[in-house]
């Protein structure tokens, strides 16, 4: 198979694409042809050498993919060669061929073509785990998501309010605002030049959100703990603001609030499978009733896999950016 390869963890000019063997699947594990894969801000942690594959998975970068199923390991029954598929990935994605176990295999929501399903894996089932699964977010509620105009920020707005809550985000661009409030956002605040607290506050009678989904860890904790309401839960999926802060608890306990951290690429294969099948159960009827739109800045060919990385560094892109092998 082709695969993206590193010679040594550093910059973009790093990465290259090499022949290796192809995977073979093992019991209760198919083999995926990949159509595509997406690049994800952890693969750029990973090629710098700070994000290592957890044991067991590929060294290869990659944590999704679509494609069609080549080859079944022993005891699959629920899938067939030719069966079109996209799937959440430990590793892998940036080749040609992925093994991944069955678990992890979902199938393409209707009405979305096969390459652009590899925009859908990792966003769906980080924003509906945490979001949904985790934080309990109602339709009745106030949900601030961080970072609207990213992979995980334009899925999320268009989840949150297809489920009838209230969204707020912050964005760093004009143009990332305007997508956010055309993708669902009541209001997308410039992190630059407003104070989100304030802004979320004043929107809602002082009440705050009831959700936080926040990609920026200790830079933002202070002021997400603040903007909490009362019974708020406020979730840490990233740490692009560092990830040592000081928390005070004598404000979160006035508020009775929650501060959750998870990781989805590190969980056990059994909670993976059951976010991906309640992600099937309750997102992907939304995807095929065009609730939600899958939001992709660039494809590109996985020979340019340097020039997506830069894009996704440099924040220059809405959504996400995908490789095709
Ligand atoms: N824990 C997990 O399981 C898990 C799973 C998936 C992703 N993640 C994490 O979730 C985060 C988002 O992932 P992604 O794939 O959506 O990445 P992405 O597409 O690169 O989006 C990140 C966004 O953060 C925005 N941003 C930068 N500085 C900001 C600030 N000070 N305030 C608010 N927004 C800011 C950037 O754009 P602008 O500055 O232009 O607005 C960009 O749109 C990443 O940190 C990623 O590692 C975690």
Not at 167 to 193: M, N, P, S, W
Request: hydrophobic letters at 45%; one cysteine or more; glycine letters at 12%.
């Amino acid at each position: 198979m082709r695969a993206v390869t590193q010679s040594a963890p550093g910059g973009v000019e790093t990465l290259s694409v090499s022949d290796l063997p192809d995977p073979v699947p093992g019991p209760g594990e198919v083999l995926v042809d990949v159509a595509a894969t997406a690049v994800n801000r952890a693969d750029l942690l990973q090629r710098q050498g700070f994000y290592p594959p957890p044991p067991g998975a590929s060294e290869v970068m990659g944590l999704e993919c679509s494609g069609t199923i080549a080859a079944v390991g022993e005891g699959v029954e629920v899938w067939s060669v030719g069966d079109e598929v996209c799937a959440l990935l430990a590793g892998g994605g940036y080749a040609s061929k992925v093994v991944v176990p069955v678990g992890q295999v979902m199938p393409v929501p209707q009405g979305i073509d096969l390459v652009t399903a590899a925009a859908l894996p990792e966003v769906a089932c980080t924003v509906w785990s945490n979001v949904f699964m985790v934080a309990g977010l109602r339709p009745d509620e106030v949900f601030l998501v961080h970072g609207g105009g990213g992979g995980i920020g334009t899925f999320a707005i268009q989840l949150a309010a297809a489920t009838g809550a209230r969204v707020f985000t912050t964005a760093g661009t004009e143009g990332k605002r305007q997508r956010c409030v055309e993708l669902g956002a009541e209001r997308a605040i410039d992190y630059r030049e407003e104070d989100f607290v304030e802004v979320v506050r004043a929107a809602t009678d002082g009440r705050g959100a009831d959700v936080v989904l926040d990609n920026m860890g200790a830079k933002y904790l202070a002021r997400n703990v603040d903007v909490l309401a009362d019974e708020g839960r406020l979730v840490v999926i990233g740490m692009q603001g560092g990830s040592k802060a000081e928390l005070n608890l004598g404000a979160l306990l006035a508020k009775r609030g929650a501060v959750i951290a998870t990781a989805l690429r590190s969980r056990p294969l059994d909670g993976k499978a059951r976010i991906c099948a309640s992600v099937v159960e309750h997102v992907w009827p939304l995807v095929a009733d065009g609730s939600i739109v899958p939001v992709v800045s660039a494809t590109l060919p996985l020979a340019e896999v340097a020039e997506a990385h830069r894009l996704v560094e440099s924040s220059e892109s809405v959504g996400k950016v995908l490789l095709t092998p």
